[in-house]
DNA sequence: TATGGAAATGAAAATCATTTTCATTTCTGC
DNA sequence: GCAGAAATGAAAATGATTTTCATTTCCATA
């Protein structure tokens, strides 16, 4: 009994890795589709219900989602002119796993950030 | 300059462990205390800038604010009740040094959590 | 093909933590 | 004592998310 509608996912695919609720619905507008928020909000939820997108917490406190098994990587943001790079993990993944196991945490996932000045700033 | 109220310092300790600002004012004000929600908040938040306190999310996006040691360390937190473990970097502090070289980065820090399902969720 | 109920939809209102505004009070140094 | 700075808090604003509820779309079956 899926509540979710497809042209939602769809969006979170296209919009590859993380994006919130907010995001996705401006998306679908920007993309001239018809579609309302409370569809968008309703949809991101079944479908972290169904396991099929993560659920994170930014900062800000907005809620993001992203496809379950997507590749992951990571970024290197500079404070100056907020330019983002991505970069792979490496280390971390191994890392984030023997704590989790350590604790006996199923189900684990990690987020992981660096920031600085970059060679322009 | 500290913008903070001893009081709220004082209220926190009191809670042991994780209090939301929410909570931190119900305590003051159950406990007699007089006090505005909005010096609270403030107060909170000056802690969290001179890394007095540590600051989370909880699922329902409330900010919860905790004592933290003086070591650096990480958080593993769990989806489902909240709980937060702190944990040594690792591996993540020669991580982010190699990656922002790498990149030409200056005056780099990094933020990284690990969040799953704890062994009583 | 009609029809009736279930599910989906979305606009608008409600909720709720947090932030901002701004007038007032308390401190400080002189 | 006094001026200016800092702290305070009530009330309004903000912004994401949720709820309400009337309407529309589906779909199985008569």
């Given amino acids: 009994m899926s509540r979710s509608n497809p042209r ?3 969006t979170l695919e296209r ?3 993380f994006a919130s609720a907010q995001e996705v619905y401006h998306l679908m507008q920007r993309a001239g589709e018809s579609i309302g928020l409370t569809t968008v909000y309703r949809s991101l939820q079944s479908l ?3 396991k099929i997108v993560d659920v994170l917490r ?3 406190g907005e809620s993001i989602y992203r ?3 997507d590749a992951h990587h990571h970024h290197l943001v500079c404070k100056g002119c907020g330019d983002a790079i991505e970069i792979p993990g ?3 993944e191994k890392w984030a796993r023997t704590m989790a196991e350590e604790h006996g945490f199923r189900d684990v996932g990690h987020s992981a950030e660096i920031y600085g000045l970059c060679q322009k700033c």
């Fill in 67 to 69: 496809l379950c098994g």
């Fill in 15 to 17: 919009a590859g890795g």
């Fill in 8 to 10: 939602v996912l769809n």
């Fill in 48 to 50: 972290a219900d169904d």
């Fill in 58 to 60: 930014r900062d800000d």
């Fill in 90 to 92: 490496g280390a971390i």
